[in-house]
């Protein structure tokens, strides 16, 4: 563990309160789409946007004061956001637009950027201390604030804002949207630029209900009885975080054909997890093993749902790729980049609706966890351009690796470094043991030079 992870400072926290939208907004309730209403989306994730003194951003106003005002000006678009999420007949989600507010929470440390050192990127081992996520009850996420929001000042002038957010009712690409909405109203702006809508309807199960793509990150798997499963090993959890550069990028696209050398960053780095992780777990050659990707599906719904502008509700899918332990690490990882791309290829507008058709036949039930894993794209959410008025994030995005009851919950993020050299980083968690062996297995697929970094410090997550 770095040193710059061990340092201990004090958080002063005010007494936490509600923000109320500035203006009265409807009170109705508000149904989630079946996409929305999934078991697994059920939790919150939390979220960390850290900033630098700007002496020439907003000059004599109060930082948290100007959040909070803004935070009310937002909530009145955003409205369903100062509700409630409700449970209805047979487990249904919706919101109860009760305008009761956001969970808000002023703080200030003594402690300044710089004494972070180079640990500005996740995970990050003093989280805790700068969102209390648990405060008043809001880990639960039915009869409680959707969103919990710590601003922490720092000596230097600086501050970091760290969320919750409840997944059932937001995915990232509609966080970033309310964050930029946020952020514009905080610069003076009147509204915001993109009108939110809701229009869950456009992803509700049909009537009658048909399930007419093959869903595999759904299927059921039955092991004999005994078996005892990698996942349930005894084991301590580390959260490590692993820095590609451009030239590891372009060292992995050397690895792939010709072909498939087009291919996204996100495809090859995955490809590249997905081979080393299945190699570290000390799987059986004949075990089946799952990749999901979370899609976006937004630019794949149809024309005549161009209103979707503005949609900040879950709009994804992880379709699963499937194949045998044998044959995914047998060479280079292009098998792995052709099974993800065709995994990817599948989300269309009609593999959206036959998911929402499956999640009301099956009754929402859990994806696959068994020899599954499944990594997020955050590369082009660009969270650290969301600009308060005092310049954009030194980092914007997630905390850490896993997600509520997602297996193996991964994600790629853009970073820049301090020298501001850009580069992504993938972070995940493994059990101890198998981290390591992660690690030499990225080596290796690098021979042995050149290989991603290990950044930031592993730290304890859980001992199971």
Known sequence: ?????????????CQPELVQPAAPTPHEIKLLSDIDNQECLRFNIPFIFIYRHEPSSII?????????????????????????????????????CTGEGVMFVEAEADVTLDQFGDSLHPPFPWFQQLLDDDVHGTQQIIDHPILLIQVTRLKCGGFILSLNMNHAICDGTGLKQFMNAWAEMARGAHQPSIQPIWHRELLMARIPPRVTCNHREFEQIILPPNTIKKEDTIGTIVHQSFLFTRAHVAALRCLVPLHLRQCTTFDLITACFWCCRTKALQLEPEDEVR??????????????????????????????????????????????????KKAKGQVTEEYMHSLADLMVIKE?????????????????????????????????????????????????????????????????????????????????????????????????????
């Not at 563990?1 to 926290?13: A, G, H, L």
Request: net charge positive; glycine share 10%.
């Open 291 to 340: 990749m999901m990707c979370a899609v976006n599906a937004r630019s794949r719904l149809s024309a005549n749902h161009s209103s979707l502008v503005g949609y900040y509700g879950n709009c994804f899918a992880f379709p699963a790729a499937v194949t045998s332990v044998g044959k995914l690490i047998c060479g280079n990882p292009c098998y792995a980049v052709e099974l993800i």
């Open 364 to 464: 929402r039930h859990l994806d696959t966890t068994i020899r599954s894993c499944v990594v997020s794209d955050m590369i082009r959410a660009k969270y650290t351009n969301v600009n308060f008025g005092w310049g954009d994030a030194v980092y914007g995005g997630v905390v850490k690796g896993g997600a509520g009851p997602f297996p193996g919950a991964t994600f790629i993020v853009s970073h820049k470094n301090a020298k501001e050299e850009e580069g992504l980083i993938l972070l995940t968690y493994l059990p101890y043991e198998d981290m390591k062996r992660f690690a030499e297995e990225l080596d290796k697929m690098f021979g042995n030079q050149n290989q991603p970094t290990t950044i930031g410090p592993s730290f304890v997550m859980s001992t199971l």
């Open 60 to 96: 004599g106003k109060d930082l948290v004061k100007v959040l909070r005002h803004a935070l009310s000006k937002t909530l009145v678009y955003y409205y369903p956001f100062a509700g409630r999420i409700r449970e209805g007949a047979g487990g249904e989600l919706m919101v109860d």
């Open 1 to 13: 563990m770095s040193s710059s992870s061990m340092f201990n400072f004090k958080v002063q926290r």
